[in-house]
């Protein structure tokens, strides 16, 4: 498959590097920005330019791995195009590009990516497209570079992405807050990695409710009141104990609950 990178970012580096080291043939990087298109163009070893003018038209996907808010600008920007025309976002309607295309569909990675991040990590991808050979199309050229590969229309894409803010994103903000309260409070964060490394490693050994474990999941309200006056100077971080906390009290009642 020969394929067009348009953006220059997060998702277009590295699925780029990602595609590269699988063997797909990338004909070109296009982003509004010439130094970075250049960037990833070099790091890519394909030519690169800022001008849609210069678009490589001989592509049989053009990725589109823009912001959520300027797919649709940059869309009506391409030419007319008889190839398969892709966005990677979570939370957008692949219909963003009914009106520009006529084959056109999503590549989701559910991962997060960094271009700063070295190594290039496992990406499972949802992908979707408006017919049936769009989608088995993507289905077949994703998998030669990703590692898992499902189809998930607009809604289902939705909801995972969600799941994954939820997942990941709450959680490094809990560990961003958490590494500065240990900073402040001269604590070594490091000491915690094998402790975050079990939960996760745990996890799919048995649902993640049966692996809580704290004072909440005790129903210690004493050690839950130390803990909170100890927070009284990081409000931010009271505030999410004090939810947290909660959330695994009444999670724990419900599931607890006899079936009458
Ligand atoms: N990063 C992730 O973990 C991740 C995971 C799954 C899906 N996604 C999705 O993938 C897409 C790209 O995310 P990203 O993390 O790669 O974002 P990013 O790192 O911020 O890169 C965004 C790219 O869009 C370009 N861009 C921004 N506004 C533009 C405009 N008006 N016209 C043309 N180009 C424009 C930027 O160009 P300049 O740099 O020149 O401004 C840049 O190349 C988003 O839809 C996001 O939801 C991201």
């Known amino acids: 498959m020969k394929v067009v990178i348009v953006g220059s970012g997060n998702v277009a580096t590295v699925l780029g590097k990602k595609m590269k080291e699988s063997g797909v043939d990338i004909l070109q990087v296009i982003s509004q920005t010439y130094t970075k298109a250049l960037e990833l163009g ?11 003018g210069e678009l490589n ?9 823009v912001t959520d ?12 195009l008889h190839s398969i025309v892709v966005h990677t976002a979570g939370s957008v309607s692949k219909d963003v590009l009914q009106g520009s295309f006529g084959q056109y569909g999503v590549i989701y990675p559910l991962q997060t990516l960094n271009r700063q991040i070295s190594t290039i990590p496992e990406v499972p991808v949802m992908v979707d497209g408006n017919t049936e050979v769009v989608k088995e199309t993507l289905k077949k050229f994703a998998k030669t570079w990703a590692e898992q590969v499902v189809v998930a229309n607009d809604q289902q894409r939705l909801t995972t992405h969600v799941a994954a803010v939820i997942v990941n994103n709450f959680t490094n903000h809990l560990m961003a807050l958490t590494e500065d309260f240990c900073m402040n409070e001269g604590i070594d964060f490091s000491l915690l990695f094998p402790l975050i490394n079990q939960t996760v490693n745990s996890l799919g050994t048995m649902p993640a409710a049966r692996l809580q474990t704290g004072p909440a999941e005790r129903g210690d309200i004493s050690i839950i009141d130390k803990h909170l006056q100890l927070l009284n100077r990081y409000p931010a971080l009271r505030n999410l104990y004090l939810k947290l906390s909660e959330s695994i009290i009444i999670h724990k009642r419900k599931n607890s609950m006899p079936d009458i």
């Not at 070099?42 to 849609?52: R, S």
């Not at 038209?57 to 791995?65: E, R, S």
């Open 57 to 65: 038209t001989g592509a049989d996907i053009y990725l589109l791995a």
């Open 69 to 80: 808010n300027s797919i649709a600008t940059v869309a009506a920007q391409l030419p007319e």
């Open 42 to 52: 070099t790091a890519l070893n394909v030519p690169a330019t800022d001008n849609y």
